[in-house]
């Protein structure tokens, strides 16, 4: 398996390689040459697989020659052993509506899901190659910590998350910041998130200082976070369709970054029986807009409830406006141009007719979203985040569709607060972390500040 530019400047790498860049080298989001296509007879067999088991089926097909069999199945087992459910993404139920819990993880968040992979993977090829790597990563949230507990301690690594300052959740500013590790550097970004994210990619843009520097991507412009969460699409059909190929599961995804529903239209275009994608928005509503009106345009950031999801530039866009695009890397390019310059990418009538079928969207304010976290309390005694109530308010209206649980409710225990008036329990990693001591800088909202800020300090640590 190889892999591809969005936008066509890059030679093609295998997978170890496209791990280790992260960002493609000429600014585009690496693809695979190729997608497998997984037919009913192959369907049938993974529905009967526990969640380990079907990962390393889902992540043989792409990985190649750069891992053995019995290499990914140790990568795959030691990432999942950290998990505090035995299903690692298990399905549950309240009232009528079935709920993919992906909040398991060491951080409470479905970043985990990827991250402790990833971690693991960056740590297999360095070992492999004896090379050092720097992780730059930006987070509205749940990446940050994700990130870190999936590499802290590892030898090799250093690891730099640049967050909004004051745009995140206590317990998500302190999940990172309590981390003291030597190899862990938090820098609080005075400005959005938007800000933070176009600072890395800046950085990642930059050949002389990513080469010179050997900067990684933890951020889900790596492909191995997308690859990672497709696993739990094919999981959850599994266990809802008792193999039978014919069997359609539609899912409603809260997104921001358009990671996490990606994931699930790369699981359809490999074949699996899913119904339609729900994507789920709130104010911050660019990916609504552009699948109701054929228009990606930018607009003003609004901090909101769910904070993960203040988002308006979707770093995952560019990966299905290649595919809408019938994989022409010109047009991406021209595009994605486009929209630097005008702030806004404006789409035919038959690529807006093809969003469309791909996708259903709704955008859910905050007042929707304590109302559904109030209903389904009240109505199930089940406890939903913020961020996993803006997915099931948009699927309202599809009832037997499976909604994705991106985080444990306690990591937003002041939303819980507002709308049933009661805390969420928290799960043992949550406990006692508004209690430690932390580090982490405060930077300006510049490129050259961070660059100049990692430059400084990677010079102390070598």
Avoid at 325 to 332: K, Q, R, T
Avoid at 349 to 362: I, L, S
Wanted: with cysteine.
């Amino acid at each position: 398996m190889k892999y591809l530019s969005t936008r066509g400047g890059v030679e093609p790498v295998g997978f170890a390689e496209a791990v280790m860049m992260g960002l493609a080298t000429d600014g585009g989001l690496l693809v695979p040459e190729s997608l497998p296509r997984i037919g009913p007879e192959s369907l049938q067999e993974w529905s009967k697989l526990g969640f380990a088991e079907l990962a390393c089926e889902v992540m043989q097909r792409f990985v190649g020659d750069d891992l053995s069999a019995s290499e990914l199945q140790d990568l795959v087992q030691r990432s999942y052993a950290s998990f505090q459910h035995p299903e690692i993404t298990p399905l549950a139920q309240a009232g009528e509506r079935r709920i993919l819990e992906l909040f398991h993880g060491p951080t409470a968040a479905f970043k985990d899901v990827a991250l402790q992979f990833l971690g693991n993977l960056f740590e297999h090829f360095l070992a492999r190659s004896g090379e050092q790597l720097n992780i730059i990563g930006a987070t509205s949230g749940d990446t940050g910590s994700a990130a870190i507990a999936g590499v802290r301690g590892k030898e090799r690594i250093q690891i730099f998350i640049l967050h909004p300052k004051g745009r995140v959740s206590p317990i998500q500013e302190r999940q990172m910041t309590t981390v003291l590790d030597a190899n862990v550097h938090n820098l609080a970004v005075r400005g959005t998130f938007d800000d933070a994210q176009r600072i890395v990619k800046a950085l990642f843009s930059d050949p002389d200082f990513k080469t010179r520097y050997r900067l990684g991507a933890v951020n889900s412009i790596n492909w191995a976070r997308i690859l990672a969460q497709t696993v739990y699409y094919f999981y959850a059909w599994g266990r809802l369709s008792g193999g039978n190929p014919d069997h359609r599961v539609s899912f409603a995804v809260p997104t921001g970054n358009f990671g996490d529903v990606f994931a699930g239209y790369l699981a359809k275009r490999m074949g699996l029986p899913i119904e339609r994608l729900i994507l789920a928005t709130n104010r911050n509503d660019i990916l609504t807009r552009f699948v109701h009106h054929g228009l990606y345009s930018l607009t003003e950031v609004h901090h909101t409830l769910s904070p993960a999801m203040d988002i308006q530039v979707a770093s995952n866009f560019e990966r299905y406006l290649y595919y809408l695009l019938d994989e022409d890397a010109g047009a991406v390019s021209a595009r994605v141009t486009a929209m630097q310059h005008d702030g806004r990418i404006e789409f035919s009538q038959t690529e807006h007719r093809r969003a469309a079928a791909d996708f259903v969207a709704g955008a859910v304010s905050d007042a929707d979203t304590l109302d559904q976290m109030r209903a389904t309390y009240r109505e199930t005694g089940y406890l939903l985040c913020p961020h996993t109530a803006v997915g099931v308010r948009a699927a309202a209206a599809w009832p037997e569709a499976v909604c994705l649980a991106t985080a444990h409710p306690a990591k937003f225990n002041e939303a819980v607060q507002e709308a049933v008036g009661l805390d969420a329990p928290a799960p043992a990693c949550l406990q006692g972390l508004l209690h430690l001591p932390t580090c982490c800088e405060e930077v300006a909202a510049e490129d050259d500040a961070v660059r100049q800020h990692i430059i400084n300090t990677l010079a102390k640590v070598h």
